[in-house]
């Protein structure tokens, strides 16, 4: 696996299997790999004759109080996890490469995608995103780009900005991977000590009850919202931050679950916040 740092090096690693006629996935992480993460690599694999990981902290999606500078930064052992896929190249560049000096160029998806959800709580997190994803599909020439539905709402904002910017890029959003408990795995869990860990799993049993609901006919959006939270209050260690409902992928407030929505949650378990969701009326695409 070649190890990348700076862009001259994407760049001309990129050119190479272009003009060998080979095929690129692209998977953005933020590092701190696990099972998640490698489940979009492997399809990744499957789909391309490249694959390329980028493993960056990305500063300009964290707000001023967000945990930027605690987010884990495990590379040697992200490196192992990703040898085991095989991954071809890993893109892993110092903050001043990607934003150097007079750096001024931002994506900035505008109107009510962004404001809702995680957008609401994170104000700058998506125009952080998508200036650096859109920096990463430039410098990797992928074919496909890979993301997980955990972040449903970040893959609606990443369609978006493909669509309104014309990127000849396909995305991929890949099914939520989760621990046997049911808890979404996300890098943030390793934050919990094990009585918040086995507190969380209050997130995916509150999505399941909603889901049996609808699954037995409830196709009111208001009462699918309020069987959710109604399950997380009954966890001591659990505040919501928000539980809320919208078409997929458009994101549109709906009343009743005529086509597929997504029911997501935000939810903090002592002082992490995690998030979770679930498509109803519809099958991730
Ligand atoms: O989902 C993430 O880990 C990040 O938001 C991403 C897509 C890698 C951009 O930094």
């Known amino acids: 696996m ?15 299997m272009k003009d060998e006629g080979k095929t690129i996935g692209l998977v953005p992480t933020m ?6 993460h490698l489940t979009l690599m492997r399809r990744a694999r499957q789909e391309n004759d490249v694959v390329i990981v980028s493993d960056f902290v990305n500063p300009v999606q964290f707000g001023p109080n967000e945990d930027y500078d605690k987010y884990p930064r495990v590379f040697d052992a992200d490196c192992e996890k990703m040898e085991t896929v095989p991954v071809d190249a890993v893109f892993h560049p110092e903050p ?15 109107g009510d995608l962004t404001h809702k959800l995680c957008g609401a709580q994170r ?4 125009r952080g995103v998508a200036t650096v994803v859109t920096k990463l599909m430039n410098l990797s020439r992928a074919d496909h780009a890979y993301f997980g ?9 990443v369609r978006r900005f493909v669509k309104d910017l014309n990127i000849n890029v396909e995305i991929v959003m890949v099914p939520i991977c989760r621990e046997e408990s049911g808890l979404a795995r996300s890098s943030r869990n390793r934050y919990m000590s094990d009585t918040e860990k086995a507190a ?9 009850k909603a889901k049996d609901a609808f699954e037995a006919g ?12 109604d399950e997380i209050k009954t966890e001591p260690l659990a505040t919501i931050d928000y539980v809320d409902a919208y078409t997929y992928p458009a994101l549109e407030p709906i009343k009743t679950v005529t086509e597929p929505v997504l029911l997501a949650i935000a939810v903090k378990i002592g002082k992490t916040r995690l998030i979770d969701n679930v498509i109803l009326g519809g099958d991730a695409k």
Request: aromatic share 8%.
């Open 123 to 126: 104000p700058g997190h998506f």
């Open 2 to 16: 070649k190890v990348l740092k700076t862009v001259a090096e994407i760049q001309a690693f990129a050119k190479q």
């Open 218 to 229: 409830e196709k009111d959006v208001e009462t699918l919202k309020k069987i959710t939270s």
């Open 96 to 110: 001043s490469e990607m934003y150097p000096e007079g750096y001024c160029t931002y994506v900035n998806v505008e």
């Open 149 to 157: 539905q955990k972040d449903a709402q970040q893959v609606s904002v």
């Open 200 to 208: 969380a799993v209050i997130l995916s049993k509150s999505l399941r």
């Open 31 to 36: 590092g701190a790999l696990h099972e998640g």
